[in-house]
């Protein structure tokens, strides 16, 4: 190589962070977050300053977009046209717009989230009020940088005559911040702008008392004053953001909710199509249409429902699950002197008073100047009209025009400028009028000299010409405040009534996991018998339910989870088909298994609790209102020791005795009220003292001293026994015995261990799962009357080698 390389060391991660360092500035200051001042980002103010300085104002015809962005990207703006493009049309879309800058002709966009035509085929211009944002700029009121090929200059910041920043808002993000700035009333933010001046220590609370929150141009109703005055002090905080909605009687009774107003940046097509997916999905029910009737009247959204539907119940359904009405978060990011700041109100209009004490001073300034220069000029042409004849003498007398110059400054005492000013003079302004006119015009600019002089020596005077300014622009483009403050953020309650229709059904599930839900009119057209519902080879019927689709299902499992179920999410199944596994409904574990399923109508019904019982004799009651919940998923149900399982749930409605029946043929009766309720996740309390290899196979209420206590042994050996021989004991007891089993050589054992118990009152019948699958019904009148103690009758017949594994109560 002719030139020799220096090679030097470098780390990775200084290189990419001192590059993407560069590029955050970059976008942080130049691109998406805007200057306090003006409340504009780089390329808006780009943007306004081209067409401003091409002459392309209100007062003139349109013109093609496209020049516009080209003039922006050759002169200011080196980027893509779109990045331009977009600008320009966010800035005419008066549905994003407190108040559009540009004015647009054509198609440029539409709340359905329709694009604008290319720039090729609109046409624009800017506002009235985008030359407010302007005025004055010529007069030396803002600083001018170099643009990015030194060719021309462009303006660091716009004179912005009214708080821009507030009144249209901005949204932005860069890389490590982000800024929401909602769009605010007009007159509003000028009379805080007025009040601030006026008390420099005015609170938060008074300029609230002016500025009441955001206004946003698509109006809707704004919730939650708090969230407001929290982002009013921090630059952070969150308001619901509503449509307007009225619901209108129709002919035959029916009505229609009929929306007029949606949130801000909400997209109305997708909000229609949101709609109407909840009609077509039959989410809830009672909407038979939904219309986008919006047109040149303006917005109109109809939502028709059926006759004798619950209008508030399904508006209350469309506010929560659609974008009727959505979170707004302010992030009120904003750059003050090069760095990104988050702001609060007093905070804004500080820095845009202070911007503005900075314009109209530098304005005073320029126009003190012009004035000075042409009293100066007036002096010296009054003075030369005095001595007219002299004066002609002496230029007749000059060689040329700088001889004349040099003697009327020499002979008279004139300026060079007065000199050549003289010599400029028109003859006719020799006249006796036109004297008058110069003396006159002279006393007008001595008046400016003053008055401007004087606001530039005192506060008070440059203060109240920034609020005569802005109260007139206040009073030519203030407008009435278009979306209405809520304090409170309306909590939204939906009825369950509102989203499924009640209809009572049937549910079953099996043994195997399988679930369904079947109309009554499906049961009755396959026959209406129980026997027949449908199921996998091997499978028995386990649970079956008469409920309604607004009730709940409680699912417990024996690790103690439990699951809530509402039954119309139960998949519908005719009477005759399997089911869905239930896994397939909610997440069960594999390894774990349901114990008990618990219809429940209402989670709040007095005195209603839940009792578990474990294999391992634990005793807990918990109220069942600790079971209410809007979760899907698995949750603690009560708390169950390593090598115990949740045997039995029961519902109780207090006031009972508890009978637990062990494995060991030993039994106890205590009062239910000696456990105590505890709360959802104890562990709960010993009921039965048991033997280390005895454990708990049933449990069921007692309620009085009447009826029977059946039992019934592996070996289907069953009896009945009175329930006045089960004394009440008290709780953690060893309990008494509730069936002997028969020992030796020569007798045929009635058993090794007992499988279940029940309470009877009324016969029922019971269903005997055998271990080889047989299935054996018996009713609890086949089984004997007999002592507690005694060994029972064979109910069930069954091989040597089979035994009963699972009993099943049918009521």
Not at 201 to 227: K, N
Not at 373 to 378: E, N
Not at 404 to 411: C, E, G, P, R, Y
Not at 704 to 727: F, M, Q, T
Request: net charge neutral; hydrophobic share 40%; charged share 30%.
């Amino acid at each position: 190589m002719s030139i020799p390389e220096n090679f030097l060391p470098a780390f990775l991660e200084e290189v990419v962070g001192d590059r993407f360092g560069r590029y955050s500035k970059y976008i942080i200051q130049d691109r998406a977050i805007p200057d306090v001042r003006d409340g504009l980002k780089p390329v808006q103010r780009r943007i306004l300053y081209a067409m401003y300085d091409a002459g392309n104002t209100p007062d003139k015809p349109y013109r093609k977009s496209a020049k516009t962005v080209g003039d922006v990207m050759g002169n200011y703006h080196p980027h893509g046209d779109a990045s331009i493009y977009d600008g320009m049309v966010r800035m005419a879309q008066p549905w994003k717009m407190g108040h559009v800058l540009i004015d647009g002709h054509g198609n440029w966009g539409s709340l359905d989230d329709d694009p604008a035509a290319a720039m090729r085929y609109t046409e624009a211009r800017l506002s009235e009020i985008a030359m407010e944002l302007l005025r004055d700029i010529e007069k030396r009121t803002v600083q001018f940088k170099d643009n990015f090929d030194n060719s021309t200059k462009e303006p660091v910041v716009l004179p912005s005559r009214f708080p821009n920043l507030l009144v249209n808002g901005v949204s932005g993000i860069s890389s490590g911040f982000a800024t929401e700035i909602p769009p605010h009333s007009l007159r509003e933010v000028i009379d805080a702008c007025i009040a601030l001046i006026d008390r420099p220590d005015s609170t938060l609370e008074d300029l609230m008392s002016i500025v009441r929150g955001p206004d946003f141009p698509t109006g809707g109703i704004i919730m939650g004053s708090d969230g407001i005055r929290e982002a009013y002090r921090t630059g952070r905080g969150r308001i619901y953001l509503r449509g307007r909605t009225a619901i209108e009687d129709m002919r035959g009774g029916r009505q229609q909710i009929v929306i007029t107003e949606i949130p801000y940046q909400v997209v109305k097509s997708r909000l229609v199509t949101a709609m109407e997916n909840i009609r077509l999905e039959k989410k809830i029910e009672g909407i038979t249409e939904v219309r986008d009737e919006s047109g040149r009247e303006g917005l109109r959204i109809v939502v028709e429902l059926k006759k004798d539907a619950d209008a508030q119940g399904i508006l209350a359904y469309l506010l929560k699950k659609t974008d009727l009405q959505v979170a707004y978060n302010f992030n009120m990011v904003a750059i003050v002197n090069k760095t990104p700041r988050q702001l609060g109100l007093i905070e804004m209009l500080g820095a845009y008073i202070q911007h503005q004490r900075e314009v109209v001073t530098h304005r005073s300034q320029y126009e003190l100047e012009k004035a000075l220069d042409r009293a100066h000029v007036l002096e010296g042409l009054v003075k030369a009209l005095n001595i007219l004849d002299e004066v002609i003498a002496t230029i007749k007398a000059s060689k040329n025009r700088q001889d004349a110059q040099n003697n009327l400054v020499q002979k008279f005492g004139f300026t060079e400028r007065q000199a050549d000013a003289i010599l400029t003079l028109q003859l006719y302004r020799l006249t006796n009028l036109e004297i008058h006119s110069l003396e006159k015009e002279l006393k007008e600019v001595q008046k400016t000299v003053a008055y401007l002089q004087g606001i530039l020596g005192s506060e008070k005077k440059l203060l109240a010409v920034i609020k005569d300014e802005i109260t007139q622009i206040r009073e030519k483009y203030g407008i009435n405040r278009r979306s209405d403050i809520q304090d409170e953020v309306e909590e939204l309650k939906v009825n369950l009534e509102v989203m499924v229709t009640a209809e009572d059904v049937f549910v079953t599930l099996s043994n195997d996991g399988y679930i369904k839900r079947t109309g009554k009119l499906s049961f009755i057209r396959s026959g209406g018998e129980i026997d027949k519902t449908g199921l996998k080879e091997g499978d028995y019927l386990r649970h079956l339910f008469d409920v309604n689709t607004l009730e709940n299902l409680l699912i417990f499992t024996q690790k103690g989870q439990y699951f809530l179920l509402p039954v119309h999410q139960i998949p519908e199944y005719k009477w005759k088909d399997n089911g869905t596994a239930i896994v397939n409904v909610i997440p069960i574990p594999k390894d774990d298994r349901i114990v008990d399923v618990i219809p429940v109508k209402d989670f709040e019904e007095a005195g209603k609790s839940l009792v578990f019982v474990t294999r391992k004799g634990q005793v807990k009651r918990t109220d069942l209102k600790e079971y209410a919940t809007n979760r899907s998923i698995g949750i603690v149900a009560c708390k169950v020791a390593e090598q115990d399982a949740v045997l039995n749930v029961l519902l109780s409605a207090g006031g009972k005795d508890l009978l637990l029946v062990t494995k060991q043929g030993m039994s106890i009766r205590f009062k239910e009220d000696e456990v105590n309720p505890m709360g959802r996740a104890a562990g709960g309390v010993r009921g039965i003292q048991l033997k280390d290899d005895d454990e708990i196979v049933a449990a069921d209420w007692i309620d009085g001293d009447e009826g029977e206590v059946v039992v019934i042994s592996d070996h289907g050996y069953a009896k009945r026994s009175l329930v006045v021989d089960y004394p009440v004991q008290g709780r953690g007891g060893k309990g008494i015995i509730t069936f002997e089993f028969k020992e030796g050589k020569r007798v045929k054992p009635n058993g090794t261990k007992l499988v279940c118990a029940y309470t009877v009152k009324e016969p029922f019948d019971i269903a005997a799962m055998l271990g080889s699958g047989e299935r054996v019904t018996f009713s609890t009148e086949q089984t004997p009357i007999d002592d507690r103690k005694s060994t029972g009758k064979q109910v069930v017949s069954i091989d040597k080698t089979d035994s009963v594994i699972n009993l099943l109560k049918f009521v």
